[in-house]
C-alpha cells in the first residue's frame, strides 16, 4: 500500500533563518506531488506542484521554493523566513486523476 | 480562476440529527471534486471523490452529490455523531491537477 512521510511533525525557526521540509511517498511511481500551506485562520493553499522529477510548477510568488531530486522526494525550502511563512504545510500525491492523499503535515512557527 | 465556497463557516447540531454541508464553486470545467475530513491540528482525510462525469457517491452514513451546472456540491451526514466533529472542506480538481480549496465548515456534534 502506499504511504506519504512528511516531517518534521513541528518546527519552531527564527525569522531570517533556513527552512527544509521533507515529504517522502512509498509504494507507488512517478506520483504528482504537492505542497500546500494553511494559514491561521485561512483556508489550503497550494504552492508547488510537480508531476516529475525536476520539474516543479509554482502557484504563487512567496519566500519558499521547491524540489523533487528523486522520483519520491518532494522538498520545501526558503532561505531565509519571513514571520508569514507560519503555517501547517501539507504534502500530497495523487496519480492521474485519482484521489489525492495528505500527510499529516508539519506545524511551522516562526519567531 | 476557480473560487470554492462553503456554507456554513460553523454548524453545531445534537447528536443523531441529519446535517447538509454546502459547496459552490464558480468554473464546472472540473475533473472531479473531493470531500475532506480535518481534525484539529491534523492533516485531511479523504471522506469521498466525485468524477466529473458522476452525480453522487455514498460511503456508510456520507452521501456527496454533484451538480455542476449549478456549481454545487452537498455532503449530507445522516445521524451524527460526536465523532463526527471536525471541519470538512470540499475540494476541486481542475486542469492543474492540483487541487482548490474551500475555507471549511467546522462541525460539532453535541452529545
Known amino acids: 500500500s502506499q504511504t506519504i512521510h512528511q516531517w518534521p511533525a513541528t518546527l519552531v525557526q527564527p525569522v531570517g533563518s533556513p527552512l527544509s521540509l521533507e515529504c517522502t511517498v512509498e509504494?507507488?511511481?512517478?506520483?504528482?506531488l504537492y505542497w500546500y500551506r494553511q494559514a491561521a485562520g485561512r483556508g489550503l493553499q497550494l504552492l508547488f506542484y510537480?508531476?516529475?522529477?525536476?520539474?516543479i510548477s509554482s502557484e504563487v510568488p512567496q519566500n519558499l521554493s521547491a524540489s523533487r531530486p528523486q522520483d519520491r522526494q518532494f522538498i520545501l525550502s526558503s532561505k531565509k523566513l519571513l514571520l508569514s511563512d507560519s503555517g501547517f504545510y501539507l504534502c500530497?500525491?495523487?496519480?492521474?486523476?485519482?484521489?489525492?492523499?495528505f500527510g499529516d503535515g508539519t506545524r511551522l512557527s516562526i519567531l | 480562476k476557480q473560487e470554492v465556497t462553503q456554507i456554513p463557516a460553523a454548524l453545531s447540531v445534537p447528536e443523531g440529527e441529519n446535517l447538509v454541508l454546502n459547496c459552490s464553486f464558480t468554473?464546472?470545467?472540473?475533473?472531479?471534486l473531493q470531500w475532506f475530513r480535518q481534525d484539529p491540528g491534523k492533516g485531511l482525510t479523504s471522506l469521498l471523490l466525485?468524477?466529473?462525469?458522476?452525480r453522487e457517491q455514498t460511503s456508510g452514513r456520507l452521501n456527496a452529490s454533484l451538480d455542476k451546472s449549478s456549481g454545487r456540491s452537498t455532503l449530507y451526514i445522516a445521524a451524527s455523531q460526536p465523532g463526527d466533529s471536525a471541519t470538512y472542506l470540499c475540494?476541486?480538481?481542475?486542469?492543474?491537477?492540483?487541487?482548490?480549496f474551500g475555507s471549511g465548515t467546522r462541525l460539532q456534534v453535541q452529545p
Open positions: 500530497a500525491w495523487s496519480r492521474g486523476d485519482q484521489p489525492q492523499h
Open positions: 509504494g507507488t511511481s512517478n506520483p504528482n
Open positions: 510537480s508531476v516529475g522529477i525536476g520539474q
Open positions: 468554473d464546472s470545467a472540473i475533473y472531479n
Open positions: 466525485i468524477q466529473s462525469s458522476q
Open positions: 475540494a476541486l480538481q481542475g486542469g492543474r491537477r492540483a487541487l482548490t
